[in-house]
C-alpha cells in the first residue's frame, strides 16, 4: 500500500458488521363457534394488519460513504503531508458504498508523514454507536473532542522500532449512523525522534474536522 519501504507498523482496522435480528409474531385463538368461524378471515386479516410488524427499515441519515480523496482541502494537505500528491490514493474497498479509505505519504527531506481519511457508514445510529464505543474501549490514554460530529475521540501513541521513533495519533468521531477515522503519524529519520505529541493531535484532529465537514455536506471539500 505504501510507495516507501519505511520501518512503520501499522495495525489493520476491522469494521465490525452490523447485525439486525427480526422479532417474530404469533396469532393465538379459542375454539370457534360457527358464527365466530364465518367472521373469521376478515377478524384475522385486521389483526395482523394492527400488531404486525413494521417491514419499513428507519430512515439513514448517510446512504453511502462520500470520496475520501476530496474531503481535504489542498492546503490541507499540504501543511499535515509536505511534498504529497494532493489527489492521495484511495484503498481498495469490498463495498465502497460502507466503507472508503484514502491515503497520503510522502518524505519530505528526512521528515516522513502518512495520513488516513476513513469513512465508514452502518445500517443504523445504534450500530455506529455500538462500533464506536467498542473502538474507544480499546484505545487507552486518550480523550473527548468536543464540537466534532456526535461524539469523537483522540489518542496518540509513540512506538520505537531499531532506534526509530513514530508518533501516531487516532481520531475517532461519530455522526448519525456514520465514523470518521483519521490516522496521522511522523518520523524523523535523521534525528530518529518523532514529532510532538501536540503537533500529531492537533494535525489529527485538523484532518477529522474537515472530514466531518465532508461527510455533513454530502460533498467534497
Given amino acids: 500500500m505504501r510507495s516507501l519501504p519505511l520501518p512503520l507498523a501499522l495495525t489493520a482496522r476491522l469494521t465490525p458488521v452490523a447485525v439486525l435480528a427480526c422479532a417474530g409474531w404469533a396469532l393465538a385463538s379459542g375454539p370457534e363457534t360457527p358464527?365466530?368461524?364465518?367472521?373469521?378471515?376478515?377478524q384475522e386479516t385486521g389483526r395482523q394488519?394492527?400488531?404486525?410488524?413494521?417491514?419499513?427499515?428507519?430512515?439513514?441519515?448517510?446512504g453511502a460513504a462520500p470520496a475520501p480523496c476530496t474531503s481535504l482541502g489542498k492546503k490541507t494537505i499540504?501543511?499535515?503531508?509536505?511534498?504529497?500528491k494532493t489527489a492521495g490514493k484511495e484503498i481498495p474497498?469490498?463495498?465502497?458504498?460502507?466503507?472508503?479509505?484514502?491515503?497520503?505519504?510522502?518524505?519530505?527531506?528526512?521528515?516522513?508523514?502518512?495520513?488516513?481519511?476513513?469513512f465508514e457508514v452502518m445500517d443504523s445510529d445504534a450500530a455506529a454507536e455500538k462500533s464506536y464505543k467498542e473502538r474507544v474501549a480499546d484505545r487507552d490514554g486518550g480523550g473527548e473532542v468536543p464540537g466534532l460530529g456526535d461524539a469523537a475521540y483522540s489518542v496518540?501513541?509513540?512506538?520505537?522500532e531499531d532506534d526509530q521513533e513514530t508518533r501516531e495519533g487516532v481520531v475517532l468521531a461519530r455522526s448519525d449512523n456514520a465514523l470518521v477515522i483519521?490516522?496521522?503519524?511522523g518520523s524523523d529519520f535523521e534525528s530518529k525522534q518523532a514529532p510532538s505529541t501536540d503537533e500529531i493531535?492537533?494535525?489529527a484532529i485538523k484532518a477529522a474536522k474537515e472530514?466531518?465537514?465532508?461527510?455533513?455536506?454530502?460533498?467534497s471539500a
Wanted: one cysteine or more.
Fill in 49 to 62: 394488519s394492527a400488531s404486525g410488524p413494521s417491514t419499513t427499515a428507519a430512515p439513514k441519515t448517510y
Fill in 35 to 42: 358464527s365466530a368461524a364465518q367472521d373469521a378471515p376478515r
Fill in 211 to 219: 472530514a466531518m465537514a465532508t461527510l455533513e455536506d454530502g460533498g
Fill in 78 to 84: 499540504g501543511s499535515l503531508v509536505p511534498g504529497a
Fill in 156 to 160: 496518540v501513541n509513540l512506538t520505537t
Fill in 93 to 118: 474497498s469490498s463495498d465502497s458504498d460502507e466503507r472508503r479509505t484514502c491515503s497520503w505519504n510522502a518524505l519530505d527531506g528526512y521528515d516522513y508523514r502518512w495520513l488516513d481519511v476513513s
Fill in 201 to 203: 493531535n492537533k494535525g
Fill in 182 to 185: 483519521v490516522t496521522y503519524n
